[in-house]
T-cell receptor, first 113, second 112 residues
Framework: DTGVSQDPRHKITKRGQNVTFRCDPI?????LYWYRQTLGQGPEFLTY????????KSRLLSDRFSAERPKGSFSTLEIQRTEQGDSAMYLC???????????FGSGTRLTVV | SQQGEEDPQALSIQEGENATMNCSYK?????LQWYRQNSGRGLVHLIL?????REKHSGRLRVTLDTSKKSSSLLITASRAADTASYFC????????????FGKGTSLLVTP
């Protein structure tokens, strides 16, 4: 593994469309996190998985957002009926049980037009 | 929610100078971490300091933690142009489970 991979790097979508992002964490990391970052702000926590179990969800994660991590490997984040306010960088990170710090991916930049 | 607050918001120095960034937080923490983010990229973990530690070093980085004042500082010595980036502190606490709470960051510009 060379790190956390996110796909796509950029996504432009029309308001009302659904989008899905993928994150491939470091294989030996069982913890996976999704964060959202807007311009000039720090990352905001969205959700956390330990293996395949989604253990924590922020109240930022509205009903339009859903995340999965089938089989405890890669994860997907889906946004339904996108709104302009969803425009942001979506960051995925993973960590090991020992939590020596997160390893972040390069992010997916979403623009809703 | 964003618990950490970095100060200053922006810092401009010349190569060779030291850069100091501060972070204040609100609740009890288990650990505090510093991350660097180059423009438009993901974050890179720099250093972690646990709540029972007061100072930690890693290369040109020195981090201090004062839990009584709920504050931390990151010192970058002998800065280089490549240190130009945004720096974020992030706290882990028992209330947030496993999530880290990030501040808004300090934007550091190092000019040659």
């Amino acid at each position: 593994d060379t790190g956390v991979s996110q796909d796509p790097r950029h996504k432009i979508t029309k308001r009302g469309q659904n989008v899905t992002f993928r994150c491939d964490p470091i294989s030996e990391h069982n913890r996976l996190y999704w964060y959202r970052q807007t311009l000039g702000q720090g990352p905001e926590f969205l959700t956390y998985f330990q293996n395949e179990a989604q253990l924590e969800k922020s109240r930022l994660l509205s009903d339009r957002f859903s995340a999965e991590r089938p089989k405890g490997s890669f994860s997907t984040l889906e946004i339904q009926r996108t709104e302009q306010g969803d425009s942001a960088m979506y960051l995925c990170a993973s960590s090991s049980v020992a939590l020596y710090g997160y390893t972040f991916g390069s992010g997916t930049r979403l623009t809703v037009v | 929610s964003q618990q950490g607050e970095e100060d200053p918001q922006a810092l401009s120095i010349q190569e060779g100078e030291n850069a100091t960034m501060n972070c204040s937080y609100k609740t009890s923490i288990n650990n505090l971490q510093w991350y660097r983010q180059n423009s438009g990229r993901g974050l890179v973990h720099l250093i972690l300091i646990r709540s029972n530690e007061r100072e930690k070093h890693s290369g040109r980085l020195r981090v201090t933690l004062d839990t009584s004042k709920k504050s931390s500082s990151l010192l970058i010595t002998a800065s280089r142009a490549a240190d130009t980036a945004s720096y974020f502190c992030a706290t882990g606490d028992s209330n947030s489970g496993y999530a880290l709470n990030f501040g808004k960051g300090t934007s550091l510009l190092v000019t040659p």
